[in-house]
């Protein structure tokens, strides 16, 4: 693969990532200081009394294997590959599970899936570092 592709892939995955990153720490906060505005509703068939618990989950399990996998990827780092592939997976475990509790009320819960299909798929394309 010429440089400038590998490059290219590596600055499209790490920039889609961080983006991630951002998201999950965002709803992640929202969610821990009180969720206003999003419906206690969604929670009825859950295990959750309030959104703190799974804004707790966004934040750190999703929000920081996006961020870590981001700067494995900016750095070329020989985890890089392996821990985009790991968080792609478990953005789509995490949407599971999310659909399967409290069902399809948002266009960001297709939007994070695309996202992390983009992200597994991207991960393949950039070298192994060894």
């Known amino acids: 693969m010429p ?33 206003k505005n999003i419906p206690m509703e969604w929670l009825k068939n859950s295990p959750f009394h309030n959104y703190f618990i799974p804004s707790l989950i966004l934040f750190i399990v999703i929000g920081g294997s996006s961020l870590f996998a981001a700067v494995t990827v900016f750095r070329r780092d020989r985890f890089g590959r392996k821990a985009s592939l790991l968080c792609g997976v478990i953005i789509l ?14 266009w960001m819960q297709p939007a994070t899936a695309i996202a ?15």
Do not use: D, H
């Open 93 to 106: 475990i995490w949407l599971g599970v999310q659909i399967a509790i409290i069902g399809y009320v948002s």
């Open 116 to 130: 992390a299909v983009l992200i597994i798929f991207l991960s393949f394309l950039i070298p192994e570092i060894r």
């Open 3 to 35: 440089k400038t592709s590998e490059k290219f892939i590596r600055y499209a995955l790490g920039i889609l990532l961080l983006l991630l990153a951002i998201n999950a720490f965002a709803g992640g906060y929202y969610g821990m200081a009180g969720a």
